[in-house]
């Protein structure tokens, strides 16, 4: 098993930042990739961004430029920088801790979900 926290998730106003972290605990042997998803009312999860552990990247197109997913292995943790937030970036954001790669292109395979951070971007 795989434990996954999430925190940084707060009120920011547009063009704010905000730094999210997720420290992964237990099995961690098994992650192969970590994820960052969101899921804004009446909408479905997204996909935000990953990492691999040999730190490839994706992002979704709309946060490119804007967000920065990042690990730190000493400290089994990956953070995820947010730049330039809009009012249509609020929604809970959820890490994800996934044995293979591939599960953040097929959705398919073993993974592990956190609890969610809300962030919410309004004036």
């Known amino acids: 098993q795989v434990q996954l926290v999430e925190s940084g998730g707060g009120l920011v106003q547009p063009g704010g930042s905000l730094r999210l972290s997720c420290a992964a605990s237990g099995s961690i042997f098994r992650i192969n990739a970590m994820g960052w998803y969101r899921q804004a009312p009446g909408k479905q999860r997204e996909l935000v961004a990953s990492?691999?552990?040999?730190?490839?990247?994706m992002y979704a197109d709309s946060v490119k430029g804007r967000f920065t997913i990042s690990r730190d292995n000493a400290k089994n943790t990956v953070y995820l920088q947010m730049n330039s937030l809009k009012p249509e970036d609020t929604a809970v954001y959820y890490c994800?801790?996934?044995?293979?790669?591939?599960?953040?292109?097929?959705?398919?395979?073993?993974?592990?979900w956190g609890q969610g951070t809300q962030v919410t971007v309004s004036s």
């Open positions: 990492i691999t552990s040999g730190v490839n990247t």
């Open positions: 994800n801790a996934a044995y293979s790669p591939n599960y953040y292109l097929s959705g398919v395979g073993p993974n592990y």
